[in-house]
């Protein structure tokens, strides 16, 4: 085996040599990301809740809800408490900011300490459970996985769901292997590790927690019900009954959930929200799944597999994969038909806009492979191989050539998410703004609808991260009638009162005329953001 290795060129994935090049690549990319991107939407937004607490004590937006009452306007008054939603994702920030300050470099700092957890993580849940040579290749092959590159850039917690699910399936399947001897305090992490996911991604942790053990201990009690037997230990079918099961458990919350959540959309918008499904479904399963995680050199066999063996391991795998794959696509439907509605977006538009929300599949990553190793584990080798030992990724075989291809067709996309990273001139807008502002004064942001106050809270962290400076920042859709508030002072309900706006910032290529005010600062916004020049204003009177 050394002798083949050492004939082996170091393009071929069935060298060593490969794969540890390929590690290497993936965590320089890692570290251009996380160094070079400046903070996506979302993670301004989680950043405000956790110094606006530090700051206040309340857990809330100061400045407004995100979704707020009246689509086109901010209303600083209206901001639920977001309570224990977000714990885990909120407290590993909140690590960051104590330790080295409210600024964004403090969090993109622990987003490569994330990347590190993360790689451990996937290479010591692989070593235990199909050894070493498929622990190392899985680990590099999710280095260079585009969608975290992306989402370790922009401090997005995939890669910590990533962590959570690994951990939770590990400590399941271990059990599994053992029958449970030995294994109590490992198998109540698995519910732990679940719960702890759930409140980084804002999921109900108790209905996560409740759906996750009523799924295992169906495998663990398998063996005393015939029927359960032929649903658990059939891949297929496990996959099936836990997609079944998911999409009942959505239709039930979707036609009881209050108005304006996200679920909820299915009710208002059934018709765009069945075209937001097939657009998901694209989206999650085939560009972020199949192509995104090199999937699709490995289906055929599965595939063919998943109808023919018999094994719990395998089947709880399976069902989890469904189960979750599942979930995630109704989810993000729901999602794009949700914000479309609320920000009167063009449909389908608004999928181009938010197509990146399908990288919440990549916390399926490492489930999606331990099922390819199980298969081929149980499928492959003649009398005298090893049962522990796996044949996946380690053993390609005729497969070398296709992964070949599917590496190489990421890695542009790997290269592009490390260098090209998140950009906004709001940056340097807010950067402007901290420096002129005194204490007490608000300013009015001037933008189209579409997650306009996702770009409100990217002026936050630099211009009033805790709220100790009493700044409100303000936003209108540029299609309201603003001047008329600003000018007049009129209030309008469920719009934040502008009495004490000193400060303008217009969005690029929008025109403004005012009496009384005069641009403070002109600059142009990068071509990645759609170019055009961007204005602040001041009063002059």
């Known amino acids: 085996m050394e002798e083949e290795e050492t004939t082996l060129p170091w393009w071929n994935p069935e060298s060593n040599r490969f794969w540890s090049i390929l590690f290497m690549v993936g965590i320089i990319l890692h570290i251009v990301a996380t160094s070079s991107s400046e903070l996506g939407l979302d993670a301004y937004i989680h950043s405000t809740y956790v110094t606006v607490e530090d700051g206040t004590g309340e857990g809330k937006l100061d400045w407004g809800h995100t979704r707020p009452i009246d689509p086109e306007s901010s209303d600083p008054d209206y901001s639920p ?159 099936i009954a836990s997609s079944s099961l998911v999409v009942l458990v959505f239709l039930g919350f979707a036609l009881t959930a209050g108005e304006g959540s996200t679920i909820s959309a299915l009710r208002r918008a059934p018709l765009r929200f069945s075209s937001a499904v097939l657009f998901s479904l694209i989206d999650v399963v085939l560009i972020f799944m199949i192509f995104g995680m090199v999937l699709w050199p490995f289906l055929k066999e599965s595939l063919a597999a998943s109808t023919t063996i018999i094994d719990r391991e395998a089947g709880l795998l399976a069902a989890v994969i469904g189960g979750m794959t599942t979930a995630i696509i109704l989810y993000v439907a729901s999602l794009w038909t949700h914000e479309s509605l609320l920000w009167n977006a063009e449909w389908p538009w608004m999928v181009w806009t938010m197509g990146n929300n399908g990288r919440y599949a990549t916390m399926l990553m490492v489930p999606c492979f331990w099922y390819i190793m199980r298969v081929r584990q149980l499928t492959g080798g003649g009398e005298d191989r090893n049962p522990n030992e796996a044949e996946a990724l380690e053993n ?57 106050m996702h770009w409100l809270y990217s002026f936050h962290l630099q211009v009033d991260a805790d709220g100790s400076r009493n700044i409100t920042g303000h936003w209108r859709a540029d299609t309201t009638d603003w001047q008329d508030e600003l000018v007049n002072q009129t209030v309008i309900e469920n719009r934040g009162n502008l009495s004490d706006v000193n400060w303008l910032v217009i969005s690029p290529d929008i025109q403004v005329e005012l009496e009384g005010w005069s641009i403070s600062k002109k600059a142009s916004a990068p071509l990645m953001n759609g170019g055009g020049d961007w204005t602040i204003w001041s009063k002059t009177n």
């Not at 104590?98 to 692989?126: C, H, K, P």
């Not at 059990?175 to 996911?197: D, E």
């Open 396 to 452: 390609l075989g005729v497969l070398w050539k296709p992964v070949l291809v599917g590496i190489c067709l990421i890695l542009p996309l790997s290269f592009f998410a490390a260098v090209h990273g998140q950009t906004s001139w709001t940056s340097e807008a807010a950067g402007y703004l901290s420096e002129e502002m005194e204490d007490g004064e608000d300013f009015l942001f001037i933008s189209d609808s579409t997650l306009g």
């Open 81 to 239: 408490d977001v309570g224990g939603r977000y714990w885990a994702w909120h407290a590993w920030l909140g690590i960051w900011f104590d330790f080295m300050g409210d600024e964004a470099d403090s969090i993109q700092t622990g987003a490569m300490m994330m990347t590190a957890l993360m790689l451990f993580a996937i290479w010591r849940s692989t070593e235990r459970l199909y050894g070493t040579e498929a622990a190392a290749r899985l680990t590099a092959l999710a280095s260079v996985n585009p969608a975290l590159i992306f989402s370790a850039g922009r401090v997005y917690p995939e890669e910590f769901m990533l962590i959570a699910i690994s951990i939770a399936m590990l400590t399941l399947l271990l059990g599994l292997r053992t029958g449970g001897k030995g294994m109590p305090i490992l198998w109540l992490m698995a519910p732990g590790a679940v719960l702890f996911g759930a409140t980084v991604k804002g999921i109900d942790p108790t209905t996560s927690v409740l759906l996750f053990m009523l799924g295992f201990v169906a495998f663990a009690i398998d063996e005393s019900n015939e029927l359960l037997i032929e649903v658990t230990r059939r891949p297929h079918r496990a996959f």
